[in-house]
């Protein structure tokens, strides 16, 4: 009984992250600019797209031309670090990167949920006779 009362009140915990930029670098002949990043968050380990969304707030971009190339968790503490680079432009982003941090950054398809197909039941299974 605790229990479930545990996870419904921290359910109703809204997600809260706050981020720090440790170091920032201007790398002209990129074109880019390089950031050590820390995000303190009070649940789980924020996904790529929230922690995107915020350096681009706070760094004046579009979060298209962020890329998260890692983010490692503090074991033991509610805090993320990581690498991140803001591109001038999307022509510039894709002629740097590699394709698998492009698509390792880009937004994924939420998955579609079917209404009109239901699952198959156990009662539409050949049953075998022994």
């Known amino acids: 009984m605790n229990v479930m009362r545990t996870i419904e009140d921290h359910r109703s915990l809204v997600i809260s992250?706050?981020?720090?930029?440790?170091e920032?670098?201007?790398?002209?002949?990129?074109?880019?600019?390089?950031?050590?990043?820390?995000?303190?968050?009070?649940?789980g380990t924020p996904s790529r797209q929230e922690i995107k969304g915020k350096l681009a707030a706070y760094l004046n971009s579009k979060p298209e031309l962020v890329i998260?190339?890692?983010?490692?968790p503090e074991f033991g503490k509610r805090e993320t670090r990581g690498y991140a680079k803001i591109y001038e432009s999307m022509d510039r982003?894709?002629?740097?990167?590699t394709e698998h941090i492009i698509q390792r950054n880009e937004k994924k398809p939420e998955p579609k949920k079917e209404e009109g197909k239901?699952?198959?039941t156990a009662s539409a299974a050949p049953e075998k006779k022994a």
Do not use: G
Request: charged share 30%.
């Open 17 to 22: 992250m706050e981020v720090k930029v440790l």
């Open 24 to 43: 920032e670098k201007n790398n002209p002949l990129l074109q880019r600019r390089e950031i050590q990043f820390s995000v303190s968050h009070n649940l």
């Open 68 to 72: 998260i190339e890692r983010m490692k």
């Open 93 to 97: 982003l894709k002629s740097v990167e």
């Open 118 to 120: 239901a699952a198959p």
